[in-house]
């Protein structure tokens, strides 16, 4: 069995990670899972998280939104609509990005449409802000 395996995290902007690695965990659709070297393959989707991967001793975070993971014994493909490791994290642009997606939910009611674009828009910035405090 193999030592480690390919991890891609591709958004349709950017190929955002491309490296060896010898473990992840990803925020699935059903659960947090983890990925080891010659895992059995699944196909599953991807909701707000962090994802974390390792390759030797060094740990590296990323935001993700919704997306899809591919998983095979020897890489594991994320594509996702957006992924930004914790270095890169604007942590300016999150906290305005919370604070405005808070002040809209104090307006509107849960029967409004906007409600949940606007829930939808807090988990994001929180998780942004979870993963930019996780920098070294």
Do not use: C
Not at 11 to 17: E, I, K, Y
Not at 42 to 67: C, D, N, P, S
Not at 90 to 116: G, I, P, S, T
């Amino acid at each position: 069995m193999a030592a480690n395996f390919l991890l891609e995290v591709v958004t349709p902007h950017r190929l955002v990670a491309s490296q060896e690695v010898d473990e992840i965990t990803a925020p699935g659709a059903e659960g947090e899972f983890g990925v080891l070297p010659g895992h059995t393959p699944f196909f599953t989707t991807l909701k707000v998280g962090e994802v974390m991967f390792r390759a030797g001793k060094e740990e590296r975070h990323m935001a993700v939104t919704w997306g899809f993971v591919e998983v095979l014994p020897d890489r594991v493909t994320i594509l996702t609509e957006a992924a930004e490791l914790a270095p890169e994290i604007d942590v300016e642009r999150a906290k305005r990005a919370k604070d405005r997606a808070e002040k809209q939910l104090k307006q509107l009611r849960h029967e409004d449409k906007e409600f949940y674009s606007s829930m939808g828009a807090l988990e994001r910035a929180m998780n942004r802000l979870t993963v930019a405090s996780r920098r070294r």
